[in-house]
């Protein structure tokens, strides 16, 4: 539905976009993560056709940025990141401005009117003019907008930012939604977002792609190794010792009365990890195995792309 | 041409909304009515020239003021997101926003419809030199209104956007006072490409195709111009 070859970015000099490429099918909700500056705003924006890219190609919904860009247009719902309201409009009659832009007519625009009002939860609000709605329902008058026209792709840039939690969990649960009926390319720097709504992630950080897969994928990519979180009680200072000396073990450190133990890559020692628990006679709380959240990921393919340059 | 309308009619529609284009009218109404009503030749030769006269030089004014914020708002505001991520052309864009504020104009110039109607109640004024003259004003108003988005077009900046309209339109009208200090040759040939040659001729009835060629190839131009400028933000 997306695909992205190569695209590069400059703003005079400063490079924004380094010449990444990226490929989404059809019906994925994928996570486009990165820090700020990192350039999600800039691809973003080429792909909906506002910017221009220096160099570089991408197709949207098999129509190309370059030469087909009014197809690619059509096809595309698109949240930027400044919300585009009028202020002195109301729901309704920016949502018809919308609607006639995307070159729906008369009879489609009352009705589909009503359908995304309903969908985006603002029906109550319809009339009331945007200058005097709060920050969540601006962001939510941005989403209708975005589907008005019914498009096969949205891209939504930074949907969640600056509105409050309550909001925050709606708009979620709303792109959600709508992902089972669009495909959907959404940006945040906020790492716990795209475990919560997205199939896959593409990680940006200073203009270039550094990860790309599932969020499941991802970790074992990067983590290799296991971690396993123990809880014992009666805990005393030789436990961590105790622990370290356990062939298969690379580290240990405490958190409260809770030890994380990383494990050497492909290594499985819970098996001696019981047995050194009986051994030392300590009562065992819980023993499991914990994942690598997407913040951890984050952290080591930042740093080691820091500590390759 | 479907969009062009509609970009058109929210542009007309939120002039209305706003006191800013009746403030204008307004001013344009007070103060030609005055030159109007204080001109001699009102009453001498029963024209409109008074009202034509000062007209033309305030329709520079009020053109920029009017257009200033067609497209610096937009950028502003961020909406110009919304408005070239549509399946919109830049040049239908662009000409929507023509029409719609050449809506406007159209109204300014009908209200002042009276000052004709006076003298068609208490005299016998020839209609050509009124309906020329209501032709040049068109005219030069279109022109006007051609630079202003442009140069709204260039800027986030509303101020920036008239005084940059503003100069232009200047220069470009008083433009025909500095030929008379140029060689002959060079005068007639600067004249040319002022905004103030050829609307004394309007005013005294007479249609001339130059002129209306200019006053079309300036609008166009200018029209082009803001059309290159949004072209050229994308590449930014
Ligand atoms: N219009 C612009 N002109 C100049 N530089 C820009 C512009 N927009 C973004 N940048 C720069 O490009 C880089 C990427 O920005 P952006 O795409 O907005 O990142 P993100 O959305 O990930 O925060 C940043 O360094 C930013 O300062
Ligand atoms: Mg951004």
Redesign the interface.
């Known amino acids: 539905m997306i695909k992205v070859e190569n695209l590069t970015k400059y703003?005079g000099k400063r490079l924004a976009v380094d010449n990444i490429s990226f490929n989404i099918d059809k019906g994925e909700i994928v996570g486009f993560l990165g820090p700020n500056a990192a350039g999600k705003t800039t691809t973003m924006?080429i792909l909906?056709?506002?910017?221009?890219p220096t160099s570089g190609n991408a197709w949207v919904a098999d129509y190309n940025i370059l030469s087909q860009s009014?197809?690619v247009?059509?096809h595309?719902g698109?949240l930027?990141e400044?919300?585009?309201?009028?202020s002195?409009m109301t729901i309704r009659s920016y949502l018809n401005?919308?609607a006639?832009?995307?070159?729906l007519d008369k009879k489609r625009i009352r009705a589909r009117i009503e359908e995304v009002v309903e969908i985006c939860h603002l029906e109550e609000y319809v009339d009331v003019l945007i200058g005097k709605l709060s920050r969540g329902f601006r962001q939510r008058v941005g989403v209708a907008?975005a589907i008005i026209h019914e498009p096969e792709v949205l891209i939504l840039d930074e949907p969640t930012i600056g509105i409050d939690p309550i909001q925050v969990a709606m708009t979620r649960q709303l792109i959600r939604e709508l992902g089972k009926e669009h495909t959907i390319l959404l940006s945040t720097h906020v790492l716990s977002e795209v475990s919560i709504i997205c199939q896959r992630v593409i990680i940006i950080n200073e203009g270039k792609i550094v990860a790309e897969d599932s969020i499941e994928n991802l970790s074992s990519m990067i983590g290799g190794s296991r971690r396993i979180r123990l809880e014992v009680s009666n805990p005393s200072a030789k436990v961590v010792e105790r622990l370290c000396q356990i062939e298969g073990i690379s580290r240990v450190s405490q958190e409260g009365s809770q030890y994380i133990l990383e494990c050497s890559t492909g290594e499985d020692p819970r098996e001696k990890i019981m047995e050194s628990v009986v051994q030392n006679g300590w009562t065992l709380l819980s023993l499991e195995s914990v994942e690598m959240s997407l913040e951890d990921i984050f952290l080591k393919l930042t740093t080691k792309k820091e500590s390759d340059q | 041409m479907?969009?062009t309308t509609?970009i058109a009619l929210?542009e007309f529609k939120?002039y209305l909304?706003?006191p800013m284009a009746y403030i204008v009218i307004g001013i344009f109404l007070v103060l030609t009515g005055v030159f109007f009503a204080t001109s001699p030749d009102t009453l001498i030769e029963t024209s409109i020239k008074g009202f034509l006269g000062s007209g033309s030089i305030l329709l520079l004014l009020f053109a920029s003021v009017l257009t200033m914020r067609l497209l610096a708002e937009e950028r502003k505001?961020?909406?110009?997101?919304?408005?070239?991520?549509?399946?919109?052309?830049d040049s239908e864009l662009i000409l929507g926003k023509f029409v719609g504020s050449l809506g406007i104009l159209i109204v300014m110039l009908v209200l002042t419809f009276y000052y004709p109607i006076l003298l068609r109640l208490f005299g016998d004024p020839d209609m050509g030199p009124i309906t020329a003259g209501y032709l040049g004003l068109f005219l030069l108003g279109g022109a006007s209104l051609a630079v202003g988005i442009f140069a709204s077009s260039l800027t986030s900046n509303q101020i920036v956007a008239t005084v940059v309209a503003g100069g232009i339109l200047f220069a470009l009208y008083f433009m025909g006072m500095l030929a008379s200090f140029l060689p002959e040759a060079l005068g007639k040939f600067v004249n040319f490409f002022s905004l103030s040659y050829y609307f004394p001729d309007f005013m005294r009835g007479i249609i001339d195709t130059r002129g209306v060629i200019y006053y079309l190839s300036i609008t166009a131009l200018f029209l082009f111009l803001a059309i290159r400028s949004l072209e050229n933000s994308?590449?930014?």
Do not use: C, H
């Open positions: 703003y924006r909906a056709g506002f910017l221009l009014l197809q247009r059509r595309i698109y930027p400044a919300v585009p309201l009028y002195d401005f919308a006639q832009l995307r070159g907008q | 479907r969009n509609i929210k939120s909304a706003s505001m961020g909406t110009l997101e919304l408005l070239l991520t549509a399946p919109v052309r994308r590449w930014s």
